[in-house]
């Protein structure tokens, strides 16, 4: 199993082009969400989806879109980049019900690093 | 709104000291607890996690953490670090039945040999 998955690793943006990240997963998870990683500020959360065609708000949304077609995969889109949205982008994914012991863990890609100049 | 602090945003150890990270979380209810850690250019890793049960969880590699609800907090633990637990360590913490995680800011270890 390849795990959780990002497209592309690194982008330079310039202000005002717009760009999708690609999340992939092949665990069958139901639950995605995309993060972003900022130096002293941990993981927010941007959005997520509960199931595929479903997708909701997270704590830092403004600026962002997903959509969630396909249950493996989850995209992330900018329309117009600002240079506040440079950052560490990171999917990750989760189970739905299972064991009590595998509930809210989520598996996490290798991230992508986005630069908008 | 909850939250989930990381007093030490910096520690620096020698290799063979011990470590206490610590995490405390404002929400009063039933949470679950997870420690994460990133390497140095990749992606989060579960380190450990608590439900329930046995307060004293432990991990992978050597790592313990101690759930004390009175306290809300999850210290993490390890009596013994070494050069390649240099890393990022990060406190989350989701509330009730949540699939939501809150993350902590983060602490940066660096062990020098």
């Known amino acids: 199993n390849a795990g959780v998955t990002q497209t592309p690793k690194f982008r330079v943006l310039k202000t005002g082009q717009s760009m999708t990240l690609l999340c992939a997963q092949d665990?069958?998870?139901?639950?995605m969400y995309w993060y972003r990683q900022d130096p002293g500020m941990g993981l927010r959360l941007i959005h997520y989806?509960?199931?595929?065609?479903?997708?909701a708000k997270g704590e830092v949304p403004d600026g962002y879109n997903v959509s969630r077609l396909k249950k493996q995969n989850f995209l992330l889109g900018l329309e117009s980049a600002a240079p506040s949205q440079t950052s560490v982008y990171f999917c990750?994914?989760?189970?739905?019900?299972?064991?009590?012991?595998?509930?809210?863990?989520?598996?996490f890609g290798p991230g992508t690093r986005l630069t908008v100049l | 709104a909850q939250s989930v602090s990381q007093h030490n945003h910096h520690v620096i150890l020698s290799e063979a000291a011990s470590l206490e990270l610590g995490c405390n979380y404002s929400?009063?209810?039933?949470?679950?607890l997870f420690w994460y850690v990133q390497y140095p250019g990749q992606h989060l890793q579960l380190l450990l996690k608590?439900?329930?049960?046995?307060?004293l969880v432990k991990g992978i590699k050597g790592f313990e953490a101690e759930f004390i609800k009175s306290k809300f907090s999850f210290n993490l633990r390890k009596p013994s670090v070494q050069w390649s637990d240099t890393a990022e360590y990060f406190c989350?913490?989701?509330?009730?039945?949540?699939?939501?995680?809150?993350f902590g800011s983060g602490t940066r270890l660096l062990v020098r040999p």
């Open positions: 990750a994914s989760s189970y739905v019900g299972g064991s009590v012991l595998s509930y809210n863990e989520q598996f």
């Open positions: 665990m069958n998870h139901e639950y």
């Open positions: 989806s509960v199931g595929e065609g479903t997708t």
């Open positions: 929400y009063g209810g039933t949470v679950n």
């Open positions: 608590y439900f329930s049960g046995d307060p």
């Open positions: 989350a913490v989701s509330k009730d039945s949540s699939y939501k995680l809150i």
